[in-house]
């Protein structure tokens, strides 16, 4: 069982990159599906996603070709739980999109690993 200690910001910022990275693979709906809490959301400009209604097609919207993290923070929420703060660039074809990204997760006691609760993406 993975418990919460001082590298929480790094178990965090792994999670983080592991999505972008999926998104980058073309695996963006399969990833949030196993990696969302069941009440979990996506929030993008112009749409709030459930977990439920994830589709390829959906996720075309989120999707990428490159990613850059740029000054992230951690705030923790108590033992379980801690949101992930940063400027999200991404690149889709030629063009370059920015975003304030913010990311809540929380520990799942009995999966035994980090579920996303939530995560806005708000153009910058």
């Known amino acids: 069982m993975t418990s919460i200690t001082d590298d929480l910001p790094a178990r ?3 999670e983080e990159h592991e999505g972008w ?24 400009p112009g749409a709030i996603i459930g977990r439920d209604d994830l589709t390829g097609a959906i996720l075309d919207l989120a999707a990428c070709d490159d990613y850059q993290v740029h000054k992230p923070a951690v705030v923790r929420l108590g033992e379980h739980a801690g949101i992930v703060v940063s400027r999200v660039v991404v690149r889709r074809g030629e063009h370059l999109h920015e975003y304030f990204v913010s990311t809540t997760y929380v520990f799942d006691e009995d999966g035994g690993g980090w579920c996303i609760a939530a995560q806005q993406r708000t153009p910058s």
């Open 12 to 14: 965090l910022l792994h």
């Open 21 to 44: 990275q999926a998104l980058v693979a073309g695996q963006g709906a399969e990833y949030f599906q196993r990696s969302m809490t069941p009440d979990g959301l996506l929030i993008l």
